[in-house]
């Protein structure tokens, strides 16, 4: 069974920085494409930054510069990293892992809360 934890999130002033950490059990993170959407409220979730098997990062454009993905497949685990945070930051972050058969399959976790205030 898969799961995916993810830890991390918490309040922090604009500016500032947090690093949002999904612990994989069930599945290797080296084995799909791991990724960070996050949803803020009345809003559709949205894909932040992904990580493929071949370790190619992509982000969403309102976080280029700022967000850095990474994996650690020893620890089996990926990160985001989120410097100068700003308000419309605000969001639950939740980790993703695609995999790709014959048919799609998303694992998702609990998600983490991120609050930025001004």
């Known amino acids: 069974q898969v799961h995916l934890v993810e830890s991390g999130g918490g309040l922090v002033q604009a500016g500032g920085s947090l690093r949002l950490s999904c612990a994989a059990s069930g599945i290797a993170v080296s084995s799909a494409r791991m990724g960070w959407y996050r949803q803020a409220p009345g809003k559709q979730r949205e894909l932040v930054a992904s990580i493929t098997l071949g370790g190619s990062t992509n982000y969403a454009d309102a976080v280029k510069g700022r967000f850095t993905i990474s994996r650690d497949n020893a620890k089996n685990t990926v990160s985001l990293q989120m410097n100068s945070l700003n308000p419309e930051d605000t969001a639950v972050y939740y980790c993703?892992?695609?995999?790709?058969?014959?048919?799609?399959?998303?694992?998702w976790g609990q998600g983490a809360q991120v609050t930025v205030s001004s």
């Open positions: 993703n892992a695609l995999l790709f058969g014959l048919v799609r399959v998303d694992y």
